[in-house]
């Protein structure tokens, strides 16, 4: 590829030629080109909503009325601000925690999973040690949900690094694992038995629950995850251990020159980024829902996948799209009073990441005449 | 003349962006002759070989075949034009084995069992085996070497019946022995009426090979030319654009210093068991350069792969400054001093997403200098790129850039810049100036003329066989994973050394 210039063109897949020829404009692939254009984002975004609108006025809905509800429910009322953010944190947290992973090209789509696993460990310290002070019992918390977090990544890093199993298959299986445990759990020996057999441990105290915000549901769990996404780009950006990331992201082959050892830092990526999805499973059961209970996770773990992605794994991007992403889930809720269900948000997240992804490949082509 | 002409381009231009690669070329060939397309690198060589594969379509210009013109658009069109392109880079996929290779995208047939698999490679085999271009068919990709790679494309090309064979800088990766045995069948290939193209920048092959001679310069092309009207003094003239006298850089007679680094008796196995080094012998001395020559796949990867931690060994010893290195790491070898150029400078030596200053940081980001308690000096590292960047002279948009937007000698700069700021008792250059042009090439020369004259050492594996006998105070063989001879520079002439690397040893006559 030397003595091609940079914007140089490769063509796509000869076979078409005659339908090439027909059209009088052909498709070239850029090679040159590894990301889409930032604007590209906004237009996906656009495009998933003119695609749902059509679904919505099939329903017999004015799809304008539906945003315009939607974005007030979301965005402009208090309630709706703090509920947003709300959805935010755990989607926020749980996206970092992948976006470090792919920062190395470790596909982790288990953040589903290492989120149940840090929720049952910040709950077990109120199962096992209920009577602590506030002050003992928040930090303690956030250090089993760290570790057990951590666990779980790890669990998936190991077999990589020894066995060569592919991540995919180990995180994804490990979710279904975790989710269990939690259902066993609450099913079982941690069941509230004040609860009237709902599956669920007993609600925490005031000393196991986040701080909130006034008379909001708004917790201290906004403040971690700010506080991650600072780190995680300071980390990138300044660190040694940052820089070896990037260079592993970058190329692995030329990283195993430099001297980094590749699988131990698979390792400490893949703790770390449990870590943090675990830090939201503590933040979820601490600052919401004040118990351990079935279906504790509306797939948060997965939904986290599309918004790091989003963000292009930029930590601050991050804040903006586990933003908009809490706030499809809010804006669902509110467009019930309508008639429709709020499976609507899951229509628009499915079509916002299909047009990103579709237009991740499109702004690799280019339009040629046929000359 | 014009029926005589089996293919012809006529005025063809091609465009990227604003630059022009190819201004109005003609170009044409005769039919079963061997027609070099001379130029330096960027001259648009691969460009109109490229456009003639049916890779680019040519922004004007027209492509005539038998007299007929044609319109190539796809790679596809090109070969059932009777045209097959060998790259530089090898278009194959690793896996596969090369008889696999080659009937990928095969339509004829839609079952493949193994029997017709077997007719297959052995159909593959003859062809091979009647140009003289054998290989292992049934092995992986992977496990051949560079030359027998190449040969795996050439096959390619003629298993599909190509009439037009283009070999894009073809000895760029083949050692002399393999050069020689390249021509060799590239005469086969004539006699059987083939059209042969190769594109280089190496006087010498053109002399050797070609009937006949195109010089292109800066987009244009300035002369066709038959090799018995020419000489390589004009060829340097018409291709430079100006008398041209190459850079003799003088080896200097020195006392020998102490050993550096010293290899006994080293085993080394590769993947699958294959033996790639055999009981290897080796002694660097201070202050001196080491040229490695060698058929490819003799072992030499693997030598430079042993030295810089990269691979470990089952026997022998290796010794450096003194000290007996334990086992292989790679950190092992950057702190004590060697610095490494590999092979492939995108593939292992840049990062080609990151920025200037991140690949100047590689080996040096865990210094004192670099970084304090775990936080890289951002400020300092920026001033001390641009310093290097500037010492070095890499052209680059900027110190943030990509390191991808440079072009392949500035790339190779800026990876000298990094090896040699580190200040490295041991330099271990691999191919250092492989698809680098003639100004870029005496630079790194340059360079490594440098580092001998502070007393440092380098080891030299190159496939450059002119290049080793230029720059090397002492020139080791290594054949078959062992060190076979070993001469000094005045010692050394072609003939010796090409015996040396055919396995082939002093006052015997048959191959070992």
Same mark, same amino acid.
């Given at each position: 590829?030397?003595?091609?210039?940079?914007?140089?063109?490769?063509q796509l897949d000869p076979s078409a030629s005659s339908v090439r020829r027909?059209?009088?404009?052909r498709f070239?692939?850029?090679?040159?080109?590894?990301?889409?254009?930032?604007?590209?984002?906004?237009?996906?975004?656009?495009?998933?909503?003119?695609?749902?609108?059509?679904?919505?006025?099939?329903?017999?809905?004015?799809?304008?009325?539906?945003?315009?509800?939607?974005?007030?429910?979301?965005?402009?009322?208090?309630?709706?601000?703090?509920?947003?953010?709300?959805?935010?944190?755990?989607?926020?947290?749980?996206?970092?925690?992948?976006?470090?992973?792919?920062?190395?090209?470790?596909?982790?789509?288990?953040?589903?999973?290492?989120?149940?696993?840090?929720?049952?460990?910040?709950?077990?310290?109120? &199962?096992?040690?209920?009577?602590?002070?506030?002050?003992?019992?928040?930090?303690?918390?956030?250090?089993?949900?760290?570790?057990?977090?951590?666990?779980?990544?790890?669990?998936?890093?190991?077999?990589?690094?020894?066995?060569?199993?592919?991540?995919?298959?180990?995180?994804?299986?490990?979710?279904?694992?975790?989710?269990?445990?939690?259902?066993?759990?609450?099913?079982?020996?941690?069941?509230?038995?004040?609860?009237?057999?709902?599956?669920?441990?007993?609600?925490?105290?005031?000393?196991?629950?986040?701080?909130?915000?006034?008379?909001?549901?708004?917790?201290?769990?906004?403040?971690?995850?700010?506080?991650?996404?600072?780190?995680?780009?300071?980390?990138?950006?300044?660190?040694?251990?940052?820089?070896?990331?990037?260079?592993?992201?970058?190329?692995?082959?030329?990283?195993?020159?430099?001297? &980094?050892?590749?699988?131990?830092?698979?390792?400490?990526?893949?703790?770390?980024?449990?870590?943090?999805?675990?830090?939201?499973?503590?933040?979820?059961?601490?600052?919401?829902?004040?118990?351990?209970?079935?279906?504790?996770?509306?797939?948060?773990?997965?939904?986290?996948?599309?918004?790091?992605?989003?963000?292009?794994?930029?930590?601050?991007?991050?804040?903006?799209?586990?933003?908009?992403?809490?706030?499809?889930?809010?804006?669902?809720?509110?467009?019930?009073?309508?008639?429709?269900?709020?499976?609507?948000?899951?229509?628009?997240?499915?079509?916002?990441?299909?047009?990103?992804?579709?237009?991740?490949?499109?702004?690799?082509?280019?339009?040629?005449?046929?000359? | 003349?014009?029926?005589?002409?089996?293919?012809?381009?006529?005025?063809?231009?091609?465009?990227?962006?604003? @630059?022009?690669?190819?201004?109005?070329?003609?170009?044409?060939?005769?039919?079963?002759?061997?027609?070099?397309?001379?130029?330096?690198?960027?001259?648009?060589?691969?460009?109109?070989?490229?456009?003639?594969?049916g890779?680019?379509?040519?922004?004007?210009?027209?492509?005539?075949?038998?007299?007929?013109?044609?319109?190539?658009r796809s790679p596809k069109d090109?070969t059932k034009?009777?045209?097959?392109?060998?790259?530089?880079?090898?278009?194959?996929?690793?896996?596969?084995?090369?008889?696999?290779?080659?009937?990928?995208g095969e339509k004829? +047939?839609?079952?493949?069992?193994?029997?017709?698999?077997?007719?297959?490679?052995?159909?593959?085999?003859?062809?091979?085996?009647?140009?003289?271009?054998?290989?292992? @068919?049934?092995?992986?990709?992977?496990?051949?070497?560079?030359?027998?790679?190449?040969?795996?494309?050439?096959?390619?090309?003629?298993?599909?019946?190509?009439?037009?064979?283009?070999?894009?800088?073809?000895?760029?990766?083949?050692?002399?022995?393999?050069?020689?045995?390249?021509?060799?069948?590239?005469?086969?290939?004539?006699?059987?009426?083939?059209?042969?193209?190769?594109?280089?920048?190496?006087?010498?092959? @053109?002399?050797?090979?070609?009937?006949?001679?195109?010089?292109?310069?800066?987009?244009?092309?300035?002369?066709?030319?038959?090799?018995?009207?020419?000489?390589?003094?004009?060829?340097?003239?018409?291709?430079?654009?100006?008398?041209?006298?190459?850079?003799?850089?003088?080896?200097?007679?020195?006392?020998?210093?102490?050993?550096?680094?010293?290899?006994?008796?080293?085993?080394?196995?590769?993947?699958?068991?294959?033996?790639?080094?055999?009981?290897?012998?080796?002694? @660097?001395?201070?202050?001196?350069?080491?040229?490695?020559?060698?058929?490819?796949?003799?072992?030499?990867?693997?030598?430079?792969?042993?030295?810089?931690?990269?691979?470990?060994?089952?026997?022998?010893?290796?010794?450096?400054?003194?000290?007996?290195?334990?086992?292989?790491?790679?950190?092992?070898?950057?702190?004590?001093?060697? +610095?490494?150029?590999?092979?492939?400078?995108?593939?292992?030596?840049?990062?080609?997403?990151?920025?200037?200053?991140?690949?100047?940081?590689?080996?040096?980001?865990?210094?004192?200098?670099?970084?304090?308690?775990?936080?890289?000096?951002?400020?300092?590292?920026?001033?001390?790129?641009?310093?290097?960047?500037?010492?070095?002279?890499?052209?680059?948009?900027?110190?943030?850039?990509?390191?991808?937007?440079?072009?392949?000698?500035?790339?190779?700069?800026?990876?000298?810049?990094?090896?040699?700021?580190?200040?490295?008792?041991?330099?271990?250059?691999?191919?250092?100036?492989?698809?680098?042009?003639?100004?870029?090439?005496?630079?790194?020369?340059?360079?490594?003329?440098?580092?001998?004259?502070?007393?440092? +050492?380098?080891?030299?594996?190159?496939?450059?066989?002119?290049?080793?006998?230029?720059?090397?105070?002492?020139?080791?063989?290594?054949?078959?994973?062992?060190?076979?001879?070993?001469?000094?520079?005045?010692?050394?002439?072609?003939?010796?050394?090409?015996?040396?690397?055919?396995?082939?040893?002093?006052?015997?006559?048959?191959?070992?």
């Open positions: 590829m030397k003595e091609q210039p940079a914007s140089g063109t490769l027909r059209l009088g404009f070239e692939i850029d090679p040159a080109r590894k990301e889409s254009p930032w604007w590209m984002t906004i237009v996906s975004v656009f495009l998933a909503l003119v695609t749902c609108a059509i679904f919505i006025a099939a329903n017999g809905k004015s799809p304008l009325v539906v945003y315009e509800k939607m974005f007030r429910g979301a965005f402009m009322t208090e309630f709706g601000i703090t509920e947003t953010l709300v959805k935010a944190i755990p989607l926020l947290l749980c996206g970092l925690g992948v976006a470090i992973a792919y920062r190395i090209a470790v596909w982790n789509i288990g953040a589903e999973g290492q989120f149940a696993a840090g929720a049952i460990g910040a709950t077990a310290v109120t &199962i096992y040690f209920p009577d602590l002070p506030m002050y003992a019992t928040i930090p303690l918390m956030v250090v089993f949900a760290i570790v057990t977090g951590g666990v779980w990544g790890a669990l998936t890093a190991l077999p990589k690094m020894y066995f060569q199993v592919n991540e995919l298959i180990t995180s994804l299986m490990l979710n279904y694992v975790a989710l269990l445990l939690l259902d066993y759990l609450v099913f079982g020996p941690w069941k509230d038995p004040k609860g009237f057999n709902f599956p669920g441990t007993p609600m925490f105290g005031a000393a196991q629950s986040l701080p909130v915000l006034g008379d909001t549901r708004l917790h201290l769990g906004l403040v971690f995850a700010l506080v991650i996404v600072v780190l995680y780009w300071f980390t990138v950006k300044y660190t040694r251990w940052g820089y070896e990331l990037r260079l592993i992201g970058a190329n692995q082959d030329a990283a195993r020159n430099a001297g &980094i050892n590749i699988k131990r830092h698979i390792l400490i990526v893949m703790i770390a980024s449990g870590a943090v999805a675990g830090i939201a499973g503590m933040s979820e059961v601490s600052g919401v829902t004040h118990r351990l209970m079935y279906g504790i996770s509306p797939g948060y773990g997965y939904t986290a996948i599309i918004v790091a992605w989003i963000a292009k794994l930029n930590p601050f991007g991050l804040v903006v799209s586990s933003v908009l992403f809490g706030g499809l889930i809010v804006g669902g809720y509110s467009v019930q009073t309508l008639g429709l269900p709020s499976s609507i948000s899951s229509m628009l997240q499915g079509a916002i990441l299909f047009f990103l992804i579709a237009g991740n490949m499109v702004s690799k082509f280019r339009l040629r005449r046929n000359g | 003349m014009r029926e005589t002409y089996s293919l012809e381009m006529r005025q063809i231009v091609k465009q990227f962006g604003t @630059v022009l690669a190819n201004d109005h070329v003609d170009f044409n060939c005769k039919p079963g002759e061997v027609h070099a397309l001379l130029g330096e690198n960027g001259a648009g060589k691969s460009t109109i070989m490229c456009m003639l594969s890779v680019y379509r040519p922004t004007s210009g027209d492509i005539y075949i038998h007299g007929e013109k044609v319109k190539i090109a034009l009777g045209v097959g392109m060998v790259f530089q880079n090898f278009r194959l996929v690793q896996t596969l084995t090369a008889a696999e290779n080659i009937v990928l004829s +047939s839609f079952w493949r069992g193994p029997k017709w698999m077997k007719s297959k490679a052995e159909e593959i085999d003859s062809i091979a085996k009647h140009f003289g271009l054998a290989f292992p @068919v049934d092995r992986p990709i992977w496990q051949l070497s560079v030359g027998e790679q190449q040969r795996v494309e050439i096959v390619k090309t003629l298993y599909r019946g190509a009439e037009f064979i283009i070999l894009d800088e073809p000895t760029s990766v083949l050692t002399p022995g393999e050069a020689d045995q390249l021509f060799l069948t590239l005469e086969q290939m004539k006699a059987e009426g083939k059209t042969v193209i190769l594109t280089t920048h190496k006087m010498k092959e @053109v002399m050797a090979a070609a009937d006949r001679i195109s010089v292109m310069r800066k987009g244009r092309m300035i002369h066709t030319i038959d090799k018995a009207d020419t000489n390589e003094k004009d060829l340097a003239r018409l291709m430079v654009g100006s008398d041209f006298t190459p850079i003799e850089i003088k080896s200097r007679a020195r006392p020998r210093g102490e050993v550096l680094l010293s290899v006994d008796n080293l085993d080394v196995y590769a993947e699958h068991g294959r033996k790639a080094l055999n009981g290897l012998n080796l002694q @660097v001395y201070k202050g001196e350069i080491v040229g490695v020559a060698g058929v490819a796949g003799n072992g030499q990867s693997e030598l430079a792969e042993v030295l810089n931690g990269l691979c470990s060994w089952k026997r022998g010893r290796i010794a450096f400054n003194g000290n007996e290195i334990k086992s292989a790491s790679v950190r092992g070898a950057i702190e004590s001093g060697i +610095s490494h150029v590999p092979e492939n400078r995108m593939k292992s030596g840049l990062a080609g997403s990151l920025g200037v200053v991140d690949n100047l940081l590689f080996k040096s980001y865990r210094t004192d200098d670099r970084s304090k308690f775990g936080f890289l000096k951002i400020r300092s590292n920026r001033e001390w790129s641009q310093q290097l960047v500037e010492q070095f002279d890499v052209k680059t948009p900027g110190i943030d850039a990509p390191v991808r937007q440079l072009s392949g000698g500035n790339q190779q700069k800026l990876l000298f810049a990094r090896e040699i700021d580190r200040k490295p008792e041991l330099m271990v250059a691999v191919h250092p100036t492989q698809g680098l042009d003639v100004g870029a090439t005496a630079g790194v020369h340059q360079l490594l003329h440098g580092l001998r004259d502070e007393g440092k +050492s380098v080891l030299l594996i190159s496939e450059d066989l002119e290049e080793v006998m230029q720059l090397s105070d002492r020139i080791l063989i290594i054949y078959n994973g062992s060190i076979v001879g070993e001469m000094t520079q005045a010692e050394a002439n072609r003939e010796r050394i090409g015996m040396y690397m055919a396995g082939i040893r002093d006052n015997e006559e048959e191959a070992v």
